[in-house]
């Protein structure tokens, strides 16, 4: 059994935050195997020991063949915004009529997220519970760029952690429960061995 998550937004940090929620899935699920998707290449995440997988497609900007493909296919859809939210309009201008709505997640924000947040339900009536956020680390994007995402992480769970972090991973751990729930959804409807997918 696959599951197929594709994110889509601009590339600047879509990419970086999409592979720190697939490091939370290995984490919270590690009999499942975790897989990544990016530039016609897979990668092995996470092996896990069970035949079931988590599939998560990096569609870049959504431009191409292929991504356009992922993204129509795919189980789950998030849609990366960044703090400006340049994409969102044209994405919902675009959408299809009936499309399920994507987990919306705002990244590399700066400071408070009060106003984005305003913005969002206001103007482009998007509630706060299909919202995820992971505000700017400079950190974990150092260790991103170097290939060491997942020291980051296993680092901040081995108690190595300061203030700055501790804000990021409440952010990063509740954009993951969104993730979550959705991937639980697909679960029930499918009753895949009639358990859950995610012990809470």
Known sequence: MSIKIAFCGETEGNTANMFSLAWMAALQKPAWAVLVERREKRYILWKGVSKQQLLFLDCGEGKTR????????????????????????????????????????????????????SCLKNFYRIEEENVGWLPYNNEYAYAFERGKAAQFIRRYYRGERTEHDRRFFEELEHSFFLLQKKLETIENDQKIGGNHLWNR
């Open 66 to 117: 292929r991504a356009k493909k992922y993204w129509k296919e795919a189980d789950i859809r998030v849609l990366y915004i960044n703090p400006e939210q340049k994409n969102l309009e044209q994405y919902l201008l675009c959408k299809t009529p009936g499309e399920e709505s994507p987990l919306f997640l705002v990244g590399n924000y700066h400071g408070e997220k009060k106003e984005i947040k």
